[in-house]
């Protein structure tokens, strides 16, 4: 586990494809109870040890996830979620060539969580979400276009489709129409960069991934 900031109320690490945040229907190990461990041996803890789940990313998304480690911090820390003030930058591959520099995808979404898949619908269906996101190309290569994109809204698997819907999967990501598998069974999307006001200190935060070579 690789942990790239620590502080005595929060925690942020740098998740692996093929890790999960919490616990699900799988049994395996989430990161969650890593990172109580992680806690555990460091600080000597007797007992349980709190480790708060603030947000989560996909199991084939690498990159940066804040966990809490005081209850003070998760209950501050998911409000600034809700509304809005925690700030995530990703980066993604996606196959072809985007044609314009920037823009921003303006979708209504509605998730299925049967076969755990996410799709553009409209604005009629009762259970659609409006979603939004920005992108800027970063830089062009023969078959695939890495992305910087900020998301304007949280929904389950936005990213993922919302540039499917463009006709611009991201590498690796089969499930949203991409030609092939990456190698470590991941998609290229990382979530690179995390900015906040510290919800006890009230420091600004800001962590930023290097740059990363997918192949």
């Known amino acids: 586990m690789e942990v790239v900031y620590e502080d005595n109320h929060i925690i942020i690490v740098n998740k692996k494809a093929g890790e ?46 804040i966990f809490a480690r005081t209850s003070k911090a998760l209950e501050r820390l998911n409000k600034m979620l809700r509304e809005g003030e925690i700030h995530k930058t990703y980066h993604a591959l996606v196959e072809g060539n985007v044609k314009d520099d920037e823009g921003e995808l303006e979708n209504y979404l509605v998730s299925d969580g049967r076969i755990n898949k996410t799709f553009v619908t409209t604005s009629s ?14 830089t062009r290569g023969d078959r695939y276009t890495l992305l910087e994109i900020n998301l304007l809204t949280g929904r ?10 463009i006709g611009h999967p991201i590498k690796g990501d089969l499930k949203y129409g991409a030609r092939r598998s990456n190698r470590n069974g991941g998609i290229s999307l990382q979530a690179h960069k995390i900015e906040f006001v510290h919800p006890v200190s009230k420091e600004n935060i800001c962590v930023e991934l290097p740059e990363i070579e997918w192949r």
């Not at 269906?125 to 970063?138: C, E, G, I, Q």
């Not at 389950?156 to 819907?165: A, F, G």
Request: hydrophobic residues 30%; contains cysteine; glycine residues 8%.
């Open 125 to 138: 269906n009762p259970d659609a979400k409006l979603s939004k996101l920005r992108y800027k190309v970063l």
């Open 20 to 65: 999960i945040v919490q616990g699900d229907k799988t049994g395996d190990t989430p990161l969650s109870e890593i990172v109580k461990q992680y806690i555990k041996e460091k600080y000597n803890k007797p007992g349980n040890v709190f480790c708060g789940v603030v947000h989560r990313i996909d199991r084939p998304v690498e990159g940066l996830v």
């Open 156 to 165: 389950k698997h936005q990213i993922r489709c919302q540039l499917s819907n």
